[in-house]
């Protein structure tokens, strides 16, 4: 046996030791599956007290074997399941042993680790905040496989289950055995050994509550008249989450109905047939490789230069307290870090902290920190008009109003005061890095930080590296970034980097279906379809139609000097067209949408006078795959032209940062899902129907003639 072993202690008792061979973590895979029958075969020969099912690692265990459930296709589904069902049928056999068994969880416990804990009669962990529990598979496309969807329904209800299984919420020890998902909290490992101990030594003969005699679902049973109501509304909002776009949390929901109707082995080879046919299906596949391998690598440094040692920022500037600016502070004074947010008065800085202050309010009232932390937080922002006041920062980032002088400007006096090492960046959303640099005393120690808005709830920044940005400069803002807490992509500088670039497409496409005559509604509809988080005509009104017109002259005039003509694009007539009506946008009160302020926004009823014609309507699918398409396309260039140099970075950037469907896998993971060759022959066909933006570029026609995807 390679993953777990058994011994007997002086009490009588089996431990059954997880402990996979070669391998920091236990997995359940085809040797767990092997070794879980052996075990049990080899204890029907024994004489035992009771089981203690504890992990020989640092954390409890893993779950599934992510790599090689990402490789199952139709033709090895059936394997799989035998595989499932295998294992499912060993937890089985030791849950209606009749001896008590119980789950010593000393570290993280998620996914098949809980349902490892979950087939066990009382469940002990260790009081420490490494230890997480809970089903998380919901946010990979998968479902809880390993009976975690029969026994949680069973332990809970319907209804308590719900969230536990669709949403895929983890626990802390304390919050779990508030939920009951835990019998008791130890204060040290060999306490929960103890307590264990005591367990079994106290209980001769256990049932679960789901085998017993007169067991009734809590909450009733599906066909129960209040029961019965809830789920008739149930898939219905579901739906409005997953917009019909994510099939595991209806698997999920369908297998928890199903289930509760049947006996509890049926119970487990419906949730074992749902879990197949996720496993065997594209977005599963899609959020895995995204959410799990290329988010990991990213964490881990992948675009980081490698032989630069690691380093840490004690004390950051930031320019400008506006809405960028005051978020930022916020962002690094929260993780520890002392901020000097410096404006133009004193008054202007302190009201960007004010945006902290509210911030930390909140989370105090909502309980999720304490007055000390908010006090600590808060006493680290220290708000001010003195440029010298920046003597000692490791690191400066400018988020001053997006003026070329301007930043030049800030940039000259803030390195007056820098130390010789420091990194000095711009969040600028549109104005090229290597440009911005040449007002820099030191180039290669400038460069671009992209955060987005609002920044305490955006995962991503968009790390840009200008002509002459070194190795050194470019490692020490991954570091930062990671210690905020949030997901670096490296880019190389671009007019409009690379996600506002692809953001542009997809506004531009919105606005240009609404110019040919396309219902508004229809297209609004067809976004929140896709599984695009906003429509992009309301994502243009909160941009602003006035920005989205200032940034199109800005980069016409500069292309000019670089003696380039850009062509229109084919939503510019309809912005200009709503600017003269004077909608320019949200924070003007109306823009495609009006904004009554006493109810939801709604689409503008002029919208249809102005724009609609009834010979242009579209297929619902035409306008997906338009919008789908066209930021897809945008990347791929972004890929050729090297703006982008991995596809994870691709991938994450452009669902992390400018809303592209998580389904997909991420721009280009779509497109290799699409399949590549079929992606060209439906990208010429909408070329051909709207337009040459739909053209892709030279080297994807050759990677899809090679066979090899992104
Ligand atoms: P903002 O207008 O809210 O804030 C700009 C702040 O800069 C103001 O408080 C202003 O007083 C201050 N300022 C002006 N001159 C200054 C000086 N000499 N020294 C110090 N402070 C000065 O702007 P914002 O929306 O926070 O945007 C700031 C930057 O971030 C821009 O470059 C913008 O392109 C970029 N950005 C904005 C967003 C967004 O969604 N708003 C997203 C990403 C990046």
Redesign the pocket.
């Known amino acids: 046996m390679n993953s777990l072993r058994i011994e007997q202690d002086q009490n009588g008792i089996v431990h059954l030791v997880l402990d996979r061979q070669g391998a920091s973590a236990n997995l359940m895979d085809e040797q767990f599956a092997a070794d879980l029958a052996q075990v049990v075969a080899q204890l029907q020969q024994m004489t035992y007290c009771g089981i203690i099912v504890r992990s020989a690692k640092s954390t409890f265990f893993a779950g599934g074997d992510l790599g090689k459930i990402a490789e199952v296709t139709t033709e090895t589904g059936q394997p799989f399941f035998a595989m499932v069902e295998s294992i499912k049928a060993s937890m089985r056999a030791l849950e209606t042993g009749g001896k008590p068994v119980v789950a010593c969880i000393n570290g993280a416990a998620l996914g098949g680790g809980w349902e490892v804990a979950l087939a066990c009669h009382h469940r002990i962990a260790f009081k420490h905040k490494s230890v997480k529990v809970g089903l998380p598979e919901v946010t990979l496309g998968l479902l809880p496989g390993g009976g975690g969807i029969a026994r949680t329904v069973r332990l809970f209800g319907l209804k308590a289950a719900m969230p536990l299984l669709t949403e895929g919420k983890q626990f802390g020890v304390e919050k779990a055995l508030k939920a009951g998902l835990l019998h008791e909290l130890a204060d040290t490992e060999p306490a929960m050994l103890a307590q264990a101990t005591a367990f079994i030594q106290a209980n001769e003969q256990v049932t679960q509550p789901w085998d017993m005699k007169g067991y009734r679902l809590p909450g009733g049973n599906p066909g129960s008249p209040k029961m019965a109501q809830m789920l008739a509304v149930a898939p219905a909002m579901l739906k409005l989450q997953t917009k019909g776009v994510l099939p595991a949390p209806e698997a999920i929901l369908s297998a928890m109905v199903e289930g509760a109707q049947v006996d509890f082995d049926t119970a487990c080879r419906i949730e074992s047939r749902y879990f197949v046919s996720l496993v065997t299906g594209q977005v599963a596949k899609n959020l895995i490789n995204t959410f799990w391998f290329q988010l990991n690598d990213i964490k881990a440094g992948a675009s980081r230069p490698d032989g630069i040692a690691a380093t840490t920022v004690t004390k950051v500037g930031v320019?400008?307290?506006?809405?960028?600016?005051a978020g930022i502070a916020y962002a690094a004074a929260s993780r520890g870090i002392e901020v000097v947010l410096?404006?133009?008065s004193l008054d202007?800085a302190k009201k960007?902290k004010g945006y902290s202050e509210t911030l930390l309010a909140k989370q105090l009232q909502r309980g999720r920190i304490t007055a000390d932390q908010q006090r600590e937080i808060l006493a680290r922002i220290h708000p001010s008009e003195q440029v010298a006041d920046l003597g000692g920062c490791e690191l400066v980032i400018e988020?001053?109003?997006?003026q070329r002088q301007?930043k030049a400007?800030?940039t000259q006096e803030a390195e007056r005061h820098l130390p010789r090492e420091a990194v000095f960046a711009s969040?600028?959303?549109?104005l090229p890095i290597t440009g911005l640099a040449k007002a820099s005393e030191r180039p290669s120690q400038f460069i671009g930080l992209?955060?987005?808005?609002p920044v305490d709830k955006m995962p991503l920044v968009e790390i840009i590296c200008g002509e002459q940005t070194d190795s050194a400069t470019l490692a020490r803002a991954y570091d930062f970034v990671l210690q905020l807490g949030k997901t670096p992509i490296v880019v190389n500088d671009s007019r409009g980097f690379f996600t506002s670039r692809v953001f542009g497409t997809f506004t531009n496409e919105g606005i240009a279906m609404l110019g040919e005559g396309v219902s508004a509604a229809a297209i609004e509809n067809a976004a929140f379809l896709c599984g695009f988080p906003v429509g992009p005509l309301a994502v243009s009104d909160e941009v602003s139609l006035t920005l989205m017109e200032k940034i199109r002259n800005q980069t016409i005039a500069d292309l000019a000097d670089e003696g380039i003509i850009q062509p229109p694009k084919a939503g510019d007539a309809t912005i200009d067209r709503m600017i003269e009506l004077e909608r320019p946008g949200k924070l003007a009160g109306q823009g495609f949408y009006d904004y009554p302020p006493e109810s939801k926004k709604r689409l503008w009823s002029g919208l249809e006078a102005q724009f609609y014609r009834a010979e242009a309507q579209l297929p619902l699918t035409e306008i997906k795959d338009r919008l789908l398409f066209i930021m897809a396309i945008e990347t791929a260039r972004c890929y050729d032209e090297q703006v982008l140099t991995s596809s994870r970075d691709a991938n994450i950037g452009s669902i992390f940062g400018i809303g592209y469907p998580a389904w997909t896998g991420g721009a280009l993971q779509f497109i290799n899902q699409y399949g590549l060759g079929r992606f060209v022959a439906r990208a010429d066909e909408l070329a051909e129907r709207y337009g040459d933006r739909f053209l892709v570029p030279d080297s994807l026609r050759a990677r899809a003639d090679a066979n090899q995807q992104y």
Do not use: I, P, Y
């Not at 988020?399 to 997006?402: G, H, T």
């Not at 992209?450 to 808005?453: A, E, R, T």
């Open positions: 320019l400008g307290a506006g809405m960028m600016g410096k404006d133009v202007c960007g988020a001053v109003f997006e301007l400007r800030v969040n600028t959303s549109t992209h955060f987005f808005s």
